[in-house]
């Protein structure tokens, strides 16, 4: 093995770890296995770990197979306490060295991200995590360290993000769009479809309501959904730009026919939603509005999703 890595290894499997009455804690290499998984899954193209919504939700996961019942699910705290590991570095915020290197707990979840910018990685860590092999030597330094119990499990989730990161792979490149529609039916189990579908349009989003702008955003918790423009048993069409991320209360008016986005770019509402009626007035407002697309335009709805709306919403008039 190369001695980079294996001095990796090593430091992995000698975290500094609470243990108390023989219980170690899983955090600290849970968020290590969640990092490993942003790496499988294309969400780390980059030296730059962020506290966000992606990497919370892989951190439960993980830490759902492994915790004990007394665990609790804090990823707050391994995030800002792998700090006294060698290989994990706290970016601050501009003018927020002094704070950064002074904190000594995370406090909450707003009070430490408006001091740490990001996490990175010693440099060389962080080209080992990039290497499929030497990524699988880590993971499994890891498992055998802390988890040799769950083994199965564990590989079984990280597989599924190696997997979540090939089908959002299809959309994420302009070239690729002629071949999405087959490749989206065929090659992938339905959980990686449906995982991949909703990560992609929500992220692609930045998890705001296409109608509203809602953004909720607390821990890996989110409110908006993935919605598909045609319905996915009808279309079986889980190409993101047949999705559009809404809030429950658009997603259901949508999935009704009272509201949809068509062609136009723009947001149309039920004729017969009645403006002095309390209640409907919400929805009416949205009449006209653009529709809020997301950043990336390969991201922004297909024109025979938007004209699907449309013509549903013109035959139920
Ligand atoms: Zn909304």
Known sequence: MDASLEQYVEMFAKLHVNHSGGHISPH???????????????????????YGTELLELFREYFNVVASPNDRCTPLLPFFHLRSEAFWHHVPHAGQEQACRVMSSPGSAIQMTSVIEYARLDDELFLHLVDRT????????IIDRYFPNCREELLKLSQQEVDIGAYRELFDSDTAKERIKESSRDGFDEHTRQAGFRRSVTQAYDYSCAACGLRVILGEVVMVDAAHLIPFEKSHDDDPRNGMALCKNHHWAMDRLLIGPWPDGRWHVHRELDDRREGQQDLLKLDGRDILLPRK?????????????MDKMKECA
């Open 28 to 50: 600290k290499p849970v968020m290590l296995l969640a990092v490993l998984s942003l790496a499988d899954n294309g969400g780390m193209t980059e030296n730059r770990i962020e």
């Open 134 to 141: 030497s990524r699988e030597v880590l993971r499994q330094a």
């Open 297 to 309: 335009s390969r991201y922004h709805p297909r024109e025979d999703a938007l004209q699907w709306r």
